[in-house]
């Protein structure tokens, strides 16, 4: 069975340019995340997709951060303009489906990204 | 609101000796408990979850961990580390809530294995 796919797998930015990741999860989970991690910390939750709809976005920084699930399956994240302190690996996980918090979480590799 | 404390940012074992990670967490209904494992450059992956079965977990790679609620603790276990056991661990729990499934991350314990 294939994994969380995501790219690029590094990025390297100027501040207040744009950058976007993409993220492929497994086939027929329903429930797709999007974490950012920040060296030398967990993973924190930025936004959370049941289908094409957002179920979470509470922690998303909605002046530059976007994301969208069309169709339900692919991701995109998008940082517009990027700042300096968005350098952070960007995972992205997903789960069959929201079966009251014992559902396990599965990662892709992440896209690590650094903003000069 | 729920949280998890990862005591030690890092821990030195050596080979053969026992690893022992330790983790609390602060949640006001009973917890579901997870250890994830992230090796360089890679994403994480599941060692073991708590999902109010058996408090005694066991997981991938020779690791357990026990759910204790009178401490409101998930420390996690191996009785002989290798070299390849070096990596970060994370400890994390997660709660249904009325908008989703949230996973709420500790900060981590990086591991190195001495030969």
């Known amino acids: 069975e294939a994994g969380v796919a995501q790219s690029p797998r590094y990025k390297i930015i100027e501040k207040r340019q744009s950058v976007a990741f993409w993220c492929n999860p497994i086939?027929?989970?329903?429930?797709l995340y999007w974490y950012q991690q920040i060296l030398g910390q967990g993973p924190k939750l930025l936004i959370q997709f049941q289908n094409n709809g957002v179920v979470d976005d509470s922690q998303l920084p909605k002046d530059r951060f976007s994301a969208e699930r069309l169709k339900g399956v692919d991701s995109t994240l998008k940082i517009q303009p990027a700042k300096l302190e968005d350098s952070a690996v960007y995972l992205c996980?997903?789960?069959?489906?929201?079966?009251?918090?014992?559902?396990?979480?599965?990662f892709g590799p992440g896209t690590r990204l650094l903003v000069l | 609101a729920q949280s998890v404390t990862q005591l030690g940012s890092h821990v030195s074992v050596s080979e053969g000796a026992l690893v022992l990670l330790r983790c609390n967490y602060s949640s006001s209904v009973p917890p579901y408990l997870f250890w994830y494992v992230q090796y360089p450059n890679q994403g994480l992956q599941l060692l073991l979850k708590y999902t109010s079965a058996a408090t005694l977990v066991k997981g991938i790679n020779g690791f357990e961990a026990e759910f204790k609620k009178s401490e409101t603790s998930f420390h996690l276990t191996k009785p002989s580390a290798h070299m390849s056991d070096a990596a970060e661990y994370f400890c994390?729990?997660?709660?249904?809530?009325?908008?989703?499934?949230?996973?709420?991350f500790g900060g981590g314990t990086r591991v190195l294995v001495k030969p």
């Open positions: 994390a729990v997660s709660r249904r809530l009325a908008a989703g499934n949230k996973l709420t």
């Open positions: 086939s027929g989970h329903a429930t």
């Open positions: 996980a997903s789960s069959l489906s929201l079966a009251g918090g014992r559902e396990t979480q599965y």
